[in-house]
Each structure stands twice: as structure tokens, then as C-alpha cells.
């Protein structure tokens, strides 16, 4: 069929045609929002799932949910290379500058531009000038001590004062929060903590890889109790199908039953990898039907974008001996492995190659669901590793 009118929307962030699955957060989320507008208190949100789940369309949503609430609001993707504060400065900046436009001369809007001034002298973070000038006076013993955690608390609570007095809020999104380090993370908590405590109205509302539920207990302890983390993952059999057959029905096409069954035994449930077959089964179907045929025909196609996109992009960030650690555990099949398991396998001491591991989690290409534990956040990675590197053995045990 023609692809110009082709549904489905495999993609990074890209909304589906259909959201599936996730009406029950949505709910969640809206109640939150409903909550902090109305000044009661809200959890925030620290969504996880695997890569591919649809974390970054959860949050595109929320993100429009917020709005129409009226909420002032930033999205922000954390990085391996970027700290918090320089992420997150040039949005606080542009909140700030909302604010103060939104009514007549207030007095804590103005003392929250000062202290973002001061914040930015106690850290001593550079910026371009024309990014962040900003017109005043720092605000001298606030937020200026050079402790990230006293400070980020200080501006934390001085915008929310801010959004207070012109009556409205603030969600913070946060999308792959996994990348920030411990200090940062820590930084946030305890700032979102002090804007709790003081019933600010500032929301978190961010997502990432499974770790992020040990990161963040980590960091704070308190963290558990002050937000909700909900996990993403594949879809139940009924929504995968509604995924694919919905978005079809809605132009007339039909999908049969023994197409979504060869659907889901490619795809799994993931949403991105449904996506993708839909996708190419669109592209490949002679006519307004959709059969097991089709998806025959669509299979190799689907599956070389996958390998080509989502998974080859992260292959391709990896150095020859990760490779080789992955390749070793995809060599012990699907599933959570023991990281003595794994170095087992490679015939080398655990301790040889923790490093490695400490490095791939870095990295967000595995993760640790357990002490010790180790699996990939990339559904059906251990596959595609067989496939790109189908000649690989371990190495012999004399070495
Ligand atoms: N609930 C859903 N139902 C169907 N498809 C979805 C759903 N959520 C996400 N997708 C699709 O999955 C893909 C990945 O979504 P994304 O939000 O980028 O995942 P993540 O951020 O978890 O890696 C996108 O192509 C998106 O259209
Ligand atoms: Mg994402």
C-alpha cells in the first residue's frame, strides 16, 4: 500500500498513531498534575523501561497534559557528557524571564532571577553571554555557596516561590535521568525535596533505564517515598494488537488475526519493534489486507532497519572488547546472567573485567536488575549480537 499513507511511526520519541497500553500512567500523571495545581502534594514520576518501550512518547504526552494545565514547563535529555546544572540553567533562565513577563512587577519573580545569577556565580558555570545574560543583581548569600546541593535547593525553591505568587507551576521533565552522576542526581532529589516540603508547586515528571530505581535510592534515600516509578514495558498481547490493528482499521484496512499472531512473535510486544513491522507490513501489503503473507514478505526488511538503526547505533558506540564481553553474554542466551556467569564464559576472573561492566552500565547498554546481575536494555540485543558477529567464540580456556 502506498507509504504516503502509512500509520505507523517507528521512531525515536515519535508518537504512535495509536498509544496503547499506557491509559493507567496517563491517569497517574494526570492525577499528579490535577494535584499540584490545586497546591496538594504530588510524587513525581521516575518512569523505566527498556530501550524502545516508549519512555520519551509517555513523557511527550505528559508534557502536553501540563501545558494545557497551564503549567510553565522544561523537557530536558540528560547526557553522559553534560552535568545538571548546565542543562538545566538556560531553561530555568528562560522560566524565570516567562514568569517575570506574565504580570506586573513581583517581587519573588525578581528575586529568582537574582538568584539564578548568584547560583550561576557560586558554581562557576560559563555560558555564551548572549544565552544567559541576565540583566541584575545576583543575590548575594543565596544560592552562591558552591555546593550543588545547597544551591540547586535555594534556585529550586525561589522559582517555585516565583510560579507561586503568579499562580501557576512548574513540571520539570527529564528524559534518560539515568545519565546524570550520583552528585547531580542528589542535587535534584534534595532540591525537588525542599520545593515538597515548603508545598511548592514543582513537579518532576522523567524517565529512564531500569537502574535508575537503584541510582536514584542511592543518592537519596528518601527518594523512594517522593516519587512513583513506574515501569514500561512490553505490551500485553490484547494492546499490541490494538497497536497495529487500530491505526490500520482507521483507513479501512483490515489485519488479520494470523498477522498480529506473526507480529507478535517477531515483535514481542515492544512498542518500537511493533512499530517497525507494521511499518514494513504496510509498505509490503498488495492490498487494504494485512495476512500472515504480508508479514512474511515484511519480515527481512523490518528486520534489517532494526539492525541497521536502533541496534547497529549502539553496536557502533561500543570498543572491540565490549563487544566482545556483550558477545559473550548474548552467548548464554536471552536473560539475566550472573556477571561471574559471564566472565565465566570469557574464562577470565570477575574482577578482570569489572571495569568493563562498570563501563557498559555507563554507557546504558546493560544494567543490573539484582546485585550482580546483569541483562541488556536493548530488547533482543543478545539476537542481533549473534547476528553481527556470528563467527565469534569464546576464547579457549588455556589462555
Ligand atoms: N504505547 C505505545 N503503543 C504503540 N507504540 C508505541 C507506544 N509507545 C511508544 N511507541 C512507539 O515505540 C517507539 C519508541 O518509543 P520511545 O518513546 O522513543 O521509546 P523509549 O524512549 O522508551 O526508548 C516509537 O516509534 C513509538 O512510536
Ligand atoms: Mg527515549
Known sequence: MDPIHN??????????????????????????????????????????????????????EALAMAT?????????????????????????????????????????????????KSFLSGLKITYGEAELALDIDPEIGAADSGSLEADLSELFAAIGRAAMVRETQIALFIDEIQYFGHRDLGALIMALHRCAQERLPVLLISAGLPQMVGLAGRAKSYAERMFEFPQLGALSREDADRAVAAPAQAQGVVVTPDALDAIHSEARGYPYFIQEWAYHAWNAAPGPRIDREVILVASPPALKRLDESFFRVRFDRLTPREKHYLRAMAALGPGTWRAGEIAERLHVRPTSVAPLRSGLIGKGMIYSPQHGETAFTVPMFDDFLRRIMPDWAPPSASR
Not at 497500553?21 to 510524587?43: S, Y
Not at 535529555?77 to 546544572?85: G, I, P, V
Not at 540553567?89 to 517575570?100: A, E, I, K, S
Open 68 to 116: 494545557g494545565e497551564g503549567f510553565h514547563t522544561c523537557f530536558i535529555e540528560a547526557h553522559e557528557q553534560k552535568r545538571l546544572a548546565e542543562l538545566l540553567v538556560p531553561h530555568l533562565r528562560r522560566l524565570l524571564l516567562d514568569l517575570d513577563r506574565l504580570g506586573r512587577l513581583a517581587a519573588e519573580v525578581k528575586r529568582g532571577l537574582r538568584v539564578l
Open 7 to 60: 500509520p505507523y511511526a517507528p521512531g525515536a520519541g515519535t508518537p504512535p498513531p495509536e498509544l496503547s497500553g499506557r491509559q493507567d500512567l496517563l491517569e497517574r500523571v494526570r492525577i499528579a498534575i490535577g494535584r499540584t495545581r490545586l497546591g496538594r502534594p504530588a510524587k513525581g514520576f521516575i518512569a523505566v523501561g527498556l530501550r524502545g518501550v516508549g519512555k520519551t512518547v509517555l513523557l511527550r
